[in-house]
């Protein structure tokens, strides 16, 4: 895959600006990065915190030959190009399902993968991670992290941004030619099996295990169910 970086100081979010890039008739593998978001977007309409300190802010345009069914499992490849990034910089990162970067139990990074239809099948894959940045707002003090406070020195943002535009590529790839998330790999990251969750529902369950289309299994009352999307919490 050819990759081709745009940067900006400042966008709405990094999403956005590739989905008008797309729109525009940019090609698949075209990067976007930002100094910072003012509006920057997680899962379920949250707002991911994006100031200018130094963090990282990108997004990636993927054409893609699959079927539109088969494409949710991709946010557990890229979910595996992140921590393998964060491996190759010295950190030691966990994943949490589906779309969480941890590190010492604190979130460092997050994922936010959009299908669009117009003008082709095509998933934005964005990505957040806190680098360098110290302070937090209080709603998310206490569970965010960034690499800095992790490692307890500067990091330099340009090398970290290198190994994972590497390492997303070569996942994207993989998973465009195997139509299914490498559910082996994840599975190196993920320690959340036997843990007890509470589910959208109300209910609560231990986790059981990730299904080859990267669906998390969740056993609830000695009934096992695959939770395909929807927002589960470890308790």
Not at 153 to 173: F, G, K
Request: proline share 5%; net charge negative.
């Amino acid at each position: 895959m050819t990759t081709r970086i745009q940067r900006f100081d400042s966008v709405t979010s990094t999403n956005d600006t590739a989905k008008e890039l797309l729109a525009e008739g940019a090609q698949s593998g075209t990067i976007v990065v930002a100094q910072t978001q003012t509006e920057g977007r997680g899962r379920s309409g949250r707002t991911w915190f994006s100031p200018d300190e130094d963090n990282l802010y990108l997004s990636m345009i993927h054409q893609s030959a699959l079927d539109p069914e088969h494409i949710a499992g991709l946010t557990l490849d890229v979910a595996v190009a992140v921590a393998e990034a964060l491996v190759t910089c010295g950190f030691e990162p966990e994943l949490r399902w589906p779309n969480d970067i941890l590190i010492n139990g604190r979130k460092v990074g997050g994922i936010l993968c959009e299908l669009e239809l117009k003008p082709c099948l095509a998933v934005i894959v964005g990505i957040g991670l806190n680098i360098n940045g110290q302070d937090f707002p209080p709603e998310i003090e206490g569970i965010a992290t960034s690499l800095l406070l992790a490692g307890h020195e500067p990091i330099e943002t340009s090398s970290v941004e290198r190994a994972l535009i590497a390492r997303l590529t070569d996942q994207v790839t993989r998973y465009e030619r195997a139509g299914a998330p490498d559910i082996d790999t994840y599975l190196r990251y993920f320690r959340s099996i036997g843990r007890p969750v509470n589910l959208p529902s109300g209910e609560m369950g231990k986790v059981r295990g990730i299904t080859d289309e990267g669906g998390l299994q969740v056993d609830v009352d000695g009934e096992l169910r695959v939770m395909r999307s929807g927002e589960v919490t470890l308790r």
